[in-house]
């Protein structure tokens, strides 16, 4: 059975390591949301109030996931430090969200963009890893290229601006 997951014919991604990629994110992060809970105490000065749904919601989260997803690919060299404080970040804000306005309330909003966002975001990182990783075992040619490198994942790094817009879409006006 083939697990390769076809994107264009120059372009391949391996299923199995991109589920990989996935399960550790979100091990990562569910690790980090119960250290989060479990050592930090949530002072009175935290908040987590959920914001009124809009079209200017939308597109300010558009923009942040945007330059967050431009700062994977075009730093891609150093996507382990995004990588790391995007988990961190993530679980602090859910945690809080968790303490604040509890469990089922934070689910509710985060489900229905995090259906769309998650994958993309583990998408996106896995190619920003691929980049970083092709870049440090070519660092010494001549030859290589980091932008014809990024450009040969122009078919999915469209896909994944298509999907950051759906998510913010969905985030800002829906959840």
Known sequence: MNMK??????????????????????????????FFSTFFGIEDSFTSNFKENSVQLSLKIIKQNSINFFQYIVLAPIMPIFYMLDCIITAWSISISIDVNG????????????????????????????????????????????????????????????LIIIAGLIEGILT
């Not at 391949?12 to 979100?26: A, M, Q, W």
């Not at 190619?127 to 490198?149: A, H, Q, T």
């Open 5 to 34: 997951l076809i994107v264009n014919r120059d372009w391949r991604i391996d299923r199995k390591k991109y589920l990989l990629s996935i399960s550790i994110y979100v091990t990562l992060l569910i690790t980090l949301i119960l």
């Open 103 to 162: 469990l089922k309330e934070t689910i509710s909003h985060i489900v229905p963009h995090g259906i769309v966002e998650i994958p993309n975001f583990c998408l996106y990182t896995y190619v920003s890893y691929r980049i970083m990783r092709n870049f440090y075992k070519n660092f010494n040619r001549k030859d290589y290229d980091i932008f014809k490198e990024i450009k040969s994942y122009k078919n999915i790094l469209f896909i994944n601006i298509v």
